[in-house]
C-alpha cells in the first residue's frame, strides 16, 4: 500500500495523464523500481561519482545531480515515455559520466604539474 501511494504520487507522470504533480519534477529521482535499481545507481553513483565530487565539490556536484535529473524528467515528459510514469535517476548518473569524461582527465593533468615542488 505505501509502495503504491509512493509510485502513484512520486513517480514522474507525463503532463496529459491527470497524475502529474509539481513535486515529481523532483520526487521521481529518489523513488527505485526495486532493489537492484536502487542498488545500480548507487553503486555507480558511489564509483564514479567520487572523481567529479572531489574535482568540484560537494555543492556544485549537488546543484547537478538536480539540474541534469529536473532537465531529463523534461524531456521525458515532452519528448519521450509514451505516456509512461518513470522513476530514477538514470540520467542524473548519465550526465555525471560524460562530465567525468570531460572533467576528471583534465583534474588529474592539473594534479601531476601542481603537486610538483622543483
Given at each position: ?14 503532463i496529459?495523464s491527470?497524475?502529474f ?8 529521482m529518489?523513488?527505485?523500481?526495486g ?7 548507487l ?61 576528471v ?14
Amino acid at each position: 500500500m505505501v509502495g503504491e501511494f509512493l509510485f502513484r504520487y512520486g513517480a514522474l507522470w507525463p503532463i496529459g495523464s491527470g497524475l502529474f504533480q509539481p513535486w515529481q519534477l523532483v520526487s521521481y529521482m529518489f523513488l527505485h523500481g526495486g532493489f537492484g535499481h536502487i542498488f545500480m545507481n548507487l553503486f555507480a553513483l558511489w564509483m564514479f561519482g567520487q572523481a567529479i565530487e572531489n574535482y568540484w565539490g560537494t555543492k556544485r556536484f549537488t546543484y547537478f545531480y538536480f539540474l541534469t535529473g529536473r532537465g531529463a524528467a523534461i524531456l521525458h515528459m515532452f519528448i519521450g515515455g509514451g505516456g509512461a510514469p518513470t522513476v530514477g535517476a538514470f540520467w542524473c548518473r548519465i550526465w555525471y559520466f560524460a562530465r567525468i569524461r570531460y572533467d576528471v582527465p583534465r583534474a588529474a593533468h592539473y594534479a601531476s604539474y601542481s603537486s610538483n615542488s622543483d
